[in-house]
């Protein structure tokens, strides 16, 4: 069945720039939107943006001068870079799924295993 | 740009029926997706577009919705329903998804 995994650092400075990866495997990125959610410990979850297969994106409005949301076909992953970073950014950062191919719903239905990003000098 | 309203808490004794309600003006045009999330692990569909249930779910988990407001019901509670319960919709004004505060369920 389809997975998601998310990568990359775990510690970013104040100021630098986040970057991670979802890695989609068990079947194609193609088709489906995918988005980011984070959750601040001991909050609620945040919508961060969806990229489409194709390439089209939609951001949320709070953050949508810092970040950008990118995917990469030929090898099944897509990625998140969010710029200038503060301690307010740290967070677990989840990969997840819309639920059919080629429908935005916002109805998230696969979700990664979630990455745990602290923002600390 | 819209909000979505939850309890923060709520408590129900083991086998008793309990309902969550998520509260937003974009509710009155989208469905409610309902989210279990368990300590430490990711969010888990419960029950999407007001009433249907991913394959996996108990039957016990059931959504309703009327106006502004939509509600997830347990009916027969089990210890291992305790979790925090999040909803999301889509934003009126901006066409992106929005998330409820959670509403952290405790079965006694």
């Known amino acids: 069945q389809v997975q998601l995994q998310e990568s990359g650092p775990g510690l970013v400075k104040p100021s630098e720039t986040l970057s991670l990866t979802c890695n989609v495997s068990?079947?194609?990125?193609?088709?489906?939107?995918w988005s980011w959610v984070r959750q601040p410990p001991g909050k609620a979850l945040e919508w961060l943006g969806f990229?489409?297969?194709?390439?089209?994106?939609n951001y949320n409005p709070s953050l949508q001068s810092r970040l950008t949301i990118s995917v990469d076909m030929s090898k099944n992953q897509f990625s998140l870079k969010l710029t200038s970073v503060t301690a307010a950014d740290t967070a677990v950062y989840y990969c997840?799924?819309?639920?059919?191919?080629?429908?935005?719903?916002?109805?998230?239905?696969?979700w990664g295993q979630g990455k745990m990003v602290t923002v600390a000098s | 740009s819209s909000e979505l309203t939850q309890d923060p808490a709520v408590s129900v004794a083991l086998g008793q029926t309990v309902t969550i309600t998520c509260q937003g003006d974009?509710?009155?045009?989208?469905?409610a997706t309902w989210y279990q999330q368990k300590p430490g692990q990711a969010p888990v569909l419960v029950l999407y577009?007001?009433?249907n249930r991913p394959s996996g779910i108990p039957d016990r988990f059931s959504g309703s919705s009327s106006g502004d407001t939509a509600s997830l019901t347990l009916t027969g509670a089990q210890a291992e329903d305790e979790a925090d319960y999040y909803c999301?919709?889509?934003?009126?004004?901006?066409?992106?998804?929005?998330f409820g505060g959670g509403t952290k369920l405790t079965v006694l």
């Open positions: 997840a799924r819309d639920l059919l191919p080629h429908i935005l719903l916002y109805t998230f239905d696969l």
């Open positions: 068990g079947g194609s990125i193609s088709g489906y939107y």
């Open positions: 990229v489409y297969y194709s390439g089209s994106t």
């Open positions: 974009s509710l009155r045009f989208f469905s």
């Open positions: 577009d007001k009433t």
């Open positions: 999301n919709s889509r934003d009126t004004t901006n066409n992106v998804a929005i």
